[in-house]
């Protein structure tokens, strides 16, 4: 049994705590509070919520079929090892799989590391070719639009709550964060601001889809609005995190408050005022159109990170509102929130709590032993926690599964020695992005309902790209079903101008099945699943060509079909968000595409961030 962690060093904040671990291990207990026996809600029974049974978040994801037979032992070699450098040209060979972003032979995926490395060892020095280290002049990130944000994230609210890696990890986080903003944004200081969120709309009355979300009746894009970004007089940053869509609305957080836009129309459908910035916000929405945000108990940008609300995107109302308990501690820097059925899961540095979305009902808290800490949450199908255990100094990672409702792991996987940061790609199935050895994302990995590993996938010096941060539910750029894990490569040279691939690895395996190019001057990533398709996104040329929405079969060989082409007309404003959003992917609902900023500035908002939002749907 690990041994109590030693106190935290100066300027340490302490750690969060844990859902219950089985019998034996290291863990925190999760206080449920007492509740009338009428009011304990075991599997089956009836929530206080909408009907239609408990609230389920959207998702596009497949559910997983039966489950596989276990993967056989793990080959000799180490996570963390860089594959050797590509061979070939692009496309596909006829030999076997060659070419950009392929493992190649010997070395790749499952080859034996160099004697002495294992899961954890220091990297090698990266190789040449594409997929590693940009020529001058190129943004250092992967797939061209979403970049992996640096260590320590890009500051509060997005990526940015603490994750694993000794000591000092979180102040190093912290303060990292604070530079990033200074290096993306060119600004330091104070801020006040005034909130002038006006839009521009095109009315666009006509239908959108013809199958339910998925396909447009017709695939021609026009321009449906823009949200302009609050004026910004002085000096400081001010995140922005959280963007959701419905089938009816598009809502998205701004200085205070959240303002909601009716996609059909492209007007102002509401606005939502809160007591200040929002700090966090889940990405998921219940069936029923309610998610979840932190937000500071004032307009100071130093108040504590201490309320929690649901409220439904549709109509801009709010369902509830609590203070989180205990939470002196829960700055910006490090929270987060995720929803999962009918319970919304917060974590901060020092704890978590958990409610239910339908009425704000406290279910579970995490109660501090000293011996474990919950590093943050994912939501979707299933509720799931990062939890570090141990002393600072020889800490243990663990990835449970926990019940939504009393906050118990009825699921566990043991992460490998040697891994610093764990966050979470899928909930259902289970994928990992790990760092080994390193505070950047060296693998992906896929996890069984057995608790074993079936496959990790390295990923080379961002040869292929998760676009992770380092909050537990952060990796933008990575989507996964029960066959295949889908990736981009990082941004390398085409034959005329910079461009990536999307690949699909195999989920049993980790073995690359299918590449589809994006094509010069564009880069592609995944959205999510949509109708048992991948639905992904191409951003505009430089030549003034509009983004696209494609759909690609799991077991179609990457063909795209196109979902959406946008209008050239709109290149520039399109091009100001898919290259220069640190965090946020875009969101597609019934036919719609949108974009967002999360990161602004005085200077930004004169400039590429002159506007929060934009929404793209069919003439």
Request: include cysteine; aromatic fraction near 8%; hydrophobic fraction near 25%.
């Amino acid at each position: 049994m690990s041994q109590p962690p030693p106190p935290p060093p100066p300027n340490q904040p302490p750690g969060g705590a844990s859902p219950d671990e089985p019998e034996g291990t290291p863990s925190l207990s999760k206080e449920t509070p007492a509740q009338p026996a009428s009011d304990q809600n075991g599997p089956g029974s009836p929530e206080q919520q909408t009907p239609g049974g408990p609230e389920q978040p959207a998702s596009g994801q497949q559910a997983p079929g039966q489950q596989p037979p276990p993967a056989p032992p793990q080959q000799p070699g180490g996570f963390g090892v860089p594959p050797q450098p590509p061979g070939g040209g692009y496309g596909y060979p006829q030999q076997p799989p060659g070419g950009y972003g392929y493992p190649q032979q010997p070395g790749g995926f499952g080859a034996p590391p160099p004697p002495g490395a294992g899961y954890g060892a220091p990297q090698q020095p990266p190789q040449a070719g594409y997929g590693y280290p940009q020529q001058p002049g190129q943004p250092p990130y992967g797939p061209g639009m979403y970049p992996t944000a640096p260590p320590g994230g890009y500051g509060p609210g997005g990526p940015g709550s603490p994750g694993g890696g000794g000591a000092n990890g979180k102040v190093i986080a912290i303060v990292a964060a604070a530079v990033a903003a200074v290096v993306v944004i060119g600004t330091v200081g104070f801020f006040l601001v005034n909130d002038d969120s006006t839009t521009v709309s095109k009315k666009n009355p006509g239908p959108t889809s013809e199958n339910g979300g998925g396909k447009p009746g017709d695939t021609t894009g026009e321009e449906l609005f823009k949200i302009k970004s609050p004026k910004i007089n002085d000096d400081r940053a001010v995140i922005t995190p959280g963007a959701w869509a419905t089938d009816d609305v598009f809502a998205k957080t701004t200085v205070n408050g959240i303002v909601g836009m009716d996609a059909k129309s492209g007007e102002k459908a509401w606005e939502l005022a809160l007591d200040g910035e929002v700090c966090a916000a889940s990405k998921h929405v219940t069936d029923s159109g309610r998610t979840a945000v932190i937000f500071r108990e004032n307009e100071s940008y130093r108040s504590d990170c201490s309320k929690t609300a649901v409220f439904d995107v549709d109509s801009g109302k709010k369902v509830w509102e609590k203070p989180l308990p205990g939470t002196g501690l829960a700055t910006s820097s490090g929270v987060s929130l995720t929803i999962s059925q009918n319970t919304v899961a917060a974590q901060w540095i020092g704890g978590s709590v958990a409610y239910k979305v339908s009425d704000g009902k406290q279910l579970w808290a995490s109660k501090e032993d000293g011996s474990c800490q919950d590093e943050g949450f994912a939501g979707g199908k299933e509720l799931m926690a990062v939890v570090k255990c141990g002393s600072y100094s020889d800490p243990t990672l663990k990835v449970q599964k926990v019940e939504p409702r009393t906050g118990k792991s009825k699921w566990e996987f043991d992460v490998p020695d040697g891994v610093e940061r764990v966050r979470i790609i899928s909930t259902d199935p289970v994928v990992l992005a790990v760092s080994a050895g390193t505070s950047t994302t060296t693998d992906v990995m896929t996890v069984g309902e057995d608790e074993k590993l079936k496959a990790k996938i390295s990923l080379g010096d961002r040869k292929y790209d998760p676009g992770c941060g380092i909050e537990v539910e952060s990796c933008a750029t990575a989507v996964a079903d029960k066959k295949y894990v889908y990736m981009p490569t990082g941004t390398h040279e085409g034959q005329t101008s910079s461009t990536n691939e999307l690949f699909a690895f195999d989920f049993e395996s980790g073995k690359p099945k299918w590449k589809s190019d994006a094509g010069e001057q564009r880069t592609i990533i995944p959205v999510r699943l949509l109708d048992g398709k991948v639905i992904a996104y191409k951003k505009p040329t430089y030549s003034g060509s509009g983004g696209q929405v494609v759909a690609l079969e799991p077991d179609g060989g990457g063909k795209q079909e196109v979902y959406l082409d946008n209008p050239g007309t709109s290149s520039r404003q399109e091009n100001n968000f898919a290259s220069l959003s640190m965090r946020e992917p875009p969101l597609y609902q019934n036919g719609r595409l949108f974009l967002h900023h999360t990161l602004l500035s005085r200077n930004s908002t004169r400039s590429y961030a002159e506007y929060l939002g934009i929404g793209f749907g069919p003439q």
